[in-house]
């Protein structure tokens, strides 16, 4: 063997050597987006610069034509490897479905059986020619430069992917799609420069292209580790937001940031690829809140602005590796994104709260003591007047004080209503329902409680809503329409009869009363709102707001004989 045919051996020996080299470091982030197709890539590339090896040492002119015919189909696996390689990098996964991979494989085993049969038809190389130096040589046939325009068409789409993402990329992101391309473009050059100009028989420089191509996509790779979480985690942050985001992998280096986090946390670009530790060092309490892995953490941050109060929530980033269906696909964790959230404003709305909620409770303090004391030392004075002397005003003086009683009494329970409910219980309603019917004056009236569920709510503010809504109709409807008077009787009354029952998502109270006109039904529930001249307005509205605080709907309608009916629903049963 001649010392150059001995040297190009060698090359393309350790050729070889370096694609098995990428295949092995591939192999590692097999899991990762476009990992498996570099991997594949590496390993074809291995494969190719055997049969270069092999192409330049046979001494049978069928055996060479046997080897020679691995390489082209060899050529189009890697065109349809790097296409797979684009797509996953790019996240159009999309274009892997069986209706474009299965033309794929169908192109590579074409031109394997064609490949190998050549021997019988020399459309793709012609006979065999030993050369003076030793080696086999063929000119190349029609169906080796349909082959090569196929295999050119695959690897340009693959290219084409990559330079559409490279214009919505920036900064790391740029450069490692700019290295793949490259890579691309060193294969094709390669492959192009060996199929019109060849160097030497002995020499494949495809085999050179191929090694090339892998090697400078493996560089990206690990520029800031292209295969890991860049990409994927680009997708999921949107530098539109009002809040700082970042992107870390899972050694926590940070692999993207958004504009607000540059702008709040002066992250720039060159913090790209570096440890959140050392890009964060200036915010301590930050990093505790990283460290310490709490999907969400409240923490006070120092900054130019002053003190701001922020809230990190931390959510982990998965790939799902798509496979044949026979396969299966399987989850890969990438990293974790950190959403800090401004949340200065909301901290100072809740203090303001709190503040009403003192003044609310030195209101409620008023109310309850030094309001209802004298009004209930003036009450006394007028019972006692009405026995020294008779005179119809002190009855009017006596009714003032009992609607003023009744007032204050529902102002108090409306104050009451707009606090925060702190804890629930399962309360059993049909035992709350009997309780609140011994707490309301019901003269003629009955009760009725069917099987009710048990219901998850503050009882204090349950038994509220109960009374009000007894009181509503026992004091304000009787049975043949009338206001119920004072001294009635159960025969004046004819017994109106309310009914607590169950109904799908909560309860219901209902009545045989003459019911609420469907015209008034939406506003019975505004405060102040009232049909009698006497009514404070006040009880229908309590229900409501006593229901929106344990999160339900309450409605009215009418009743199965005729009356009023309050459903009460969205309510949690056991």
């Not at 019988?120 to 080796?144: D, I």
């Not at 100072?348 to 109310?367: A, C, I, T």
Request: proline letters at 4%; one cysteine or more; a negative charge.
């Amino acid at each position: 063997m001649e010392l150059s045919i001995t040297l190009f051996v060698l090359v393309e020996f350790v050729v070889g050597a370096t694609a098995a080299v990428v295949a092995s470091v591939a192999w590692t982030h097999r899991d990762r987006p476009g990992g498996t197709p570099l991997l594949a890539m590496a390993v074809t590339g291995v494969a190719y610069a055997a049969t270069s090896v092999a192409e330049s040492t046979v001494g049978s002119p069928l055996l060479w034509e046997l080897v020679t015919g691995l390489q082209l189909p060899l050529t189009a696996a890697l065109a349809v490897e790097s296409f797979y390689l684009a797509a996953e990098f790019t996240r159009h996964e999309r274009y892997l479905r069986p209706a474009v991979t299965g033309p794929f494989a169908g192109v590579v085993l074409a031109i394997l059986a064609g490949s190998l049969t050549n021997p019988a038809h020399h459309l793709f190389r012609g006979p065999p020619e030993l050369t003076a130096a030793g080696v086999f040589t063929a000119t190349y046939g029609p169906l080796f430069w349909i082959h090569t325009l196929v295999s050119l068409v695959i690897i340009l789409a693959s290219v084409t992917l990559l330079i559409v993402e490279l214009a919505n990329a920036s900064g790391i992101y740029r450069e490692q799609i700019v290295a793949t391309v490259v890579g691309f473009l060193i294969g094709i050059g390669f492959f192009l420069w060996e199929s019109l100009a060849p160097i030497h028989p002995a020499f494949n420089l495809a085999t050179v292209g191929v090694v090339g191509w892998c090697f400078v996509t493996l560089w990206g790779v690990f520029r800031v580790d292209l295969l890991e979480t860049g990409q994927i985690a680009r997708k999921t942050l949107v530098d539109s937001m009002t809040d700082p985001v970042l992107a870390l992998d899972t050694d926590d280096r940070i692999v993207d940031a958004n504009v607000r986090a540059r702008d709040r946390l002066d992250v720039d670009t060159d913090a790209v690829g570096t440890p959140v530790t050392v890009a964060l060092a200036s915010y301590p309490p930050l990093l505790d809140a990283l460290d310490s892995g709490e999907s969400e953490r409240e923490i006070t941050l120092r900054t130019d602005g002053g003190r701001r109060h922020v809230r990190v929530k931390q959510s982990p980033v998965y790939h799902t590796r798509s496979r044949p269906a026979r396969l299966g696909g399987h989850e890969v964790r990438l990293g974790r994104t950190v959403v800090i959230e401004d949340i200065t404003e909301r901290k100072k709305r809740e203090r303001q709260l709190e503040r009403q909620n003192e003044r609310l409770d030195e209101f409620v303090s008023v109310v309850s003591h030094d309001l209802r004391n004298p009004l209930n030392v003036a009450a006394g004075h007028a019972e006692l007047a009405s026995q020294e002397c008779d005179s119809d005003h002190l009855g009017e003086v006596m009714q003032a004080h009992d609607r003023m009683d009744t007032l204050i009494e529902d102002l108090l329970t409306l104050a009451r209503s707009g606090r925060s409910i702190d804890e629930t219980d399962a309360v059993d309603l049909a035992d709350v329902a009997r309780d609140c019917w011994q707490n309301v004056e019901t003269p003629g009236a009955t009760l009725t409680v069917e099987t009710v569920p048990v219901v998850v709510a503050e009882r204090g503010r349950l038994q509220q809503l109960l009374e009000n809504l007894f009181r509503n109709s026992v004091e304000h409807r009787s049975a043949d329409g009338r206001p119920v008077a004072e001294g009635d009787t159960p025969e004046q009354d004819e017994g109106v009869t309310i009914t607590v029952g169950p109904v799908d998502g909560g309860f219901y109270v209902a009545d045989n009363g003459p019911g609420i006109d469907a015209d008034d039904r939406e506003q019975v529930f505004e405060s102040g709102y009232s049909t009698d001249s006497d009514g404070t307005g006040l009880g229908l509205h309590i229900v409501e707001r006593i229901a929106e605080e344990h999160g339900w709907a309450v409605r009215v309608t009418e009743s199965a004989a005729g009356g009023a009916r309050f459903e009460i629903t969205g309510v949690d049963v056991t």
